[in-house]
Structures are given as C-alpha cells and as structure tokens.
C-alpha cells in the first residue's frame, strides 16, 4: 500500500518553503520510467509554472491543500479559460498539447497529478513563446497577473 500521511504532506510543503523553486515532489512512482506518474506537489504562491503543454499526455490535477488558479491559453497567450482548482472546481485533467499554468493561491498548498510515463523534462518548445525561463521582475509581473487573468486577456510579456 502507498500513501501520503498528513505529516509528509507538512514535509513536503516545508521542502518547498526552503527550495530555491519554492516547490518540492513526493512521487508515488517508482522510476521515472513509470509508464504513470504520480506526484503530489508542494508550491508556494510565489512560484513560477511557466506556461507550458505536455503534447505526449493529458494530466489530471487534484488539490489535496488549497487552492491553484489554472489558466489556458491559446497559441498567442490569451487565456482562453481560467478556473479555481479547490473552490469552484474538484478535480482537472488537462488536454494533451493544451498551453497552461498554475497558481498556488495559498501558503502550504499541495496539488497532486497523474500523467503519463516515462518523465520528460519539458522542452523549451512547449513552453509558450516569449514567456520568460528566469526574469525575477517579469516573472512576479506575470505571477501577480495569474491571480486575477480573465479570459480574452493575453499575458503581459
């Protein structure tokens, strides 16, 4: 049996409090060669899911703490929908290819996903053009704009 106990979620949220990406991973896989991924996520609101797509996958996303703003977005960076994953929505899965991002909107949340195998790392041609890999100031720009994105509006690059 495999689970995750409350105390290792508390773990897990302080790793992503001292990690540098302010995020940290407890997989529920074995290797990364599982042929399904399986992973809670501690994020921080302050850290950065850069726009992106996994065209070999769909994902699903459950919030186990918290709240997450996801948004997608069409090839040009305007959102196209944007909903509240633990206030106005349960669960998601994201289509395969689809450009999105995340948003922890509170301090210790966790989100868990199911994807599938083997891991790949994300290529810079899936992430979504000109969005920036490690500008602090454009990044807490778009971090800020995350929490109140509408749909029809395009991110401010």
């Given at each position: 049996m495999k689970m995750i106990s409350m105390s290792a979620l508390d773990e897990l949220t302080a790793q992503a409090i001292a990690s540098p990406r302010r995020r940290a991973h407890l997989n529920l896989h074995g290797t990364l060669d599982d042929p399904v991924q399986r992973l809670a996520v501690a994020m921080e609101p302050d850290t950065w899911i850069r726009p992106h797509r996994h065209t070999h996958t769909w994902e699903l996303l459950y919030p186990?703490?918290?709240?997450?703003?996801?948004?997608?977005?069409?090839?040009?960076?305007?959102?196209?929908?944007?909903?509240?994953?633990?206030?106005?929505?349960?669960l998601i899965?994201?289509?395969?290819?689809?450009?999105?991002?995340?948003?922890?909107?509170?301090?210790?949340?966790?989100?868990?996903?199911?994807?599938?195998?083997?891991?790949?790392?994300?290529?810079?041609?899936?992430?979504?053009?000109?969005?920036p890999a490690t500008d602090a100031v454009a990044i807490a720009r778009i971090?800020?704009?995350?929490?109140?994105?509408?749909?029809?509006?395009?991110?401010?690059?």
């Open positions: 186990v703490r918290g709240r997450f703003v996801i948004l997608y977005f069409d090839d040009g960076g305007i959102v196209t929908q944007r909903t509240v994953l633990g206030e106005a929505c349960a899965e994201n289509a395969a290819g689809q450009w999105h991002a995340v948003l922890s909107l509170d301090d210790g949340a966790v989100i868990f996903e199911v994807k599938h195998g083997p891991y790949r790392p994300t290529e810079e041609m899936d992430f979504l053009p000109g969005t971090l800020a704009w995350y929490a109140t994105a509408q749909v029809g509006e395009r991110i401010p690059l």
